[in-house]
């Protein structure tokens, strides 16, 4: 009895959401003209009111309560068909949200359908079918980890993410101009995953939001830096890295770590998850635009919405523009199939080797070449292995790198001794005079005390990258000589820069 009407139920909430299809979406309002506060404002409350309901209908389908179920599924599908037509003719509605509540009942609909079914000849009760999980061959590729934990809080990713006309914009931008990016962010994913993904897993958060979140801050760059000083794969800035429990230790800039970054995100993300009502999309625009800033446009008020016309209008474009892209790459990590989409597929297993004589990376990046099928070679992945090393400076023989398990034996083959290696060697040699020429630093003290040096900032510079690069004190040392303040420890190229305590490298 309980699985037709189901269907009749999910027939009408079909034919609504087809009908809302019908209309042209848009991001701003659907009709011209001043907005109309007061109507627009019912309209939303009509919206959450027959989502309520129809998620009563559906909870009683699956008590047996028949009559109930269909009592109050179908007044809350003809209720949103009217205020959805209503809303097309209202100045200042969003149609993106009655679309966005369209979807997420639908699918919440097909969940209960998939629970009420007959179990199969030969299903084992209880075993999930692939209409009810996620089908992503991304998650599907991962069962030690039960498809990679789709669930925010509880609740199924799809469902978290709406996927309204905003969404979709963004999902063309990463299939269209960005596509290289996005594969490029998943390939460098891929060979950090066994760093960044347990500090995920641990905190009980989703792979694909810290996929998307890396996707659009950093591309998987380990050392990407923004010229606001945000730093590492999940862009930091200074301060936030500090209270998250990342510092500087003896010159190395831990938001460069991608696992201690990992970490850092996760508990930010959980820390904001409890401030704003478990909103992703709130806590997304919290990492961009200011937890401060959204704490007091939503922190107080349980139903507020990012997509809401009059909190979304408050904030940057930029956020405006973040958010979406964030969930929209998190959403391809899971469905790539969905949208001629294919990810590559990398061995991101890890691997060590010993350096059997000095080397830098830059010179087994040479000797490596395209070892493995690798077409970009393997700087970045190198570099994003091994974040504390400086590229050009060769390291002692005795050293241990990380490098992708396929890497071992080439390196015994190439770059422990041979052709290549002889090859790397005189091209890095070759441009180290081109380096010491472009150094900015200069000495200023010879008394045999502590060294202080004057240091013109050059374009990408941040604190911690000149006290790593100099060897002279903390990214906070460098701030307090030259009057620099927190939290942006703001620096332009040309300045110059008082440097103190400076190591004898």
Request: glycine share 10%; charged share 25%.
């Amino acid at each position: 009895m309980i699985l037709p009407i189901r269907l009749s139920m999910i027939a009408a909430l079909v034919a609504l959401a087809a009908g809302c299809a019908g209309t042209p979406s848009r991001t701003g309002s659907s009709v011209p003209g001043k907005v109309n506060e007061p109507g627009v404002d019912a309209l939303y409350a009509r919206l959450e009111a027959d989502a309520r309901r129809y998620e009563t209908g559906l909870a009683a389908a699956r008590t047996g309560e028949v009559e109930r179920a269909r009592t109050e599924t179908l007044a809350a599908l003809d209720d949103l068909r009217a205020a959805s037509a209503q809303c097309s003719r209202t100045p200042g509605c969003e149609r993106d949200r009655f679309d966005s509540t369209f979807d997420r009942l639908l699918r919440l609909h097909v969940d209960g359908l998939v629970d009420a079914e007959p179990i199969a000849d030969g299903a084992t009760p209880g075993e999930p079918t692939e209409e009810a999980g996620e089908s992503s061959p991304v998650t599907a590729a991962l069962p030690e980890l039960e498809r990679s934990i789709t669930l925010l809080k509880g609740r199924e990713l799809a469902e978290v993410i709406a996927v309204n006309s905003t969404v979709k914009g963004a999902i063309e931008q990463w299939l269209t101009q960005y596509r290289p990016n996005l594969i490029a962010t998943y390939v460098n994913y891929q060979y950090m995953r066994y760093r960044m993904w347990p500090e995920y897993h641990k905190a009980g958060l989703p792979e694909a939001v810290l996929f998307g979140i890396m996707a659009k801050e950093s591309g998987g760059k380990v050392h990407a830096v923004s010229r606001s000083g945000a730093s590492g794969p999940l862009q930091f800035m200074y301060a936030t890295g500090l209270r998250f429990g990342m510092t500087t230790v003896d010159g190395f800039d831990q938001r460069f770590d991608p696992g201690l970054s990992a970490r850092a995100n996760a508990a930010y993300v959980n820390e904001q998850l409890a401030a704003l009502n478990n909103n992703l999309e709130l806590v997304l625009a919290a990492y961009n635009g200011g937890e401060g800033r959204m704490r007091r446009l939503a922190g107080g008020r349980p139903d507020a919405s990012f997509w809401d016309p009059k909190l979304y209008a408050t904030l940057p474009s930029e956020t405006r523009d973040y958010v979406p892209m964030v969930l929209a790459a998190a959403w391809l990590f899971l469905h790539p199939e969905r949208y001629n989409l294919t990810f590559p597929q990398i061995d991101g297993r890890p691997g060590e080797i010993v350096l059997a004589q000095p080397t830098s990376i830059n010179e087994l990046t040479v000797c490596f070449g395209q070892a493995g099928g690798a077409t970009d070679g393997w700087f970045r992945t190198l570099r994003n292995l091994n974040p504390r090393y400086d590229p050009q400076q060769r390291q002692p023989a005795g050293t241990r790198l990380e490098v992708p398990a396929q890497l071992e034996a080439a390196y015994a083959e190439s770059c422990a001794g041979g052709r290549w290696r002889t090859l790397a060697g005189e091209l890095r040699d070759a441009a180290v005079p081109a380096r010491a020429l472009a150094s900015t630093a200069r000495e200023t003290s010879r008394d045999g005390g502590p060294r202080q040096r004057a240091y013109t900032v050059r374009k990408g510079d941040t604190l911690a990258a000149i006290a790593r690069r100099t060897g002279c004190g903390t990214p906070v040392d460098i701030a307090r000589a030259n009057g620099i303040r927190a939290p942006r420890y703001a620096i332009k190229p040309g300045q110059t820069l008082k440097l103190t305590g400076c190591s004898n490298r």
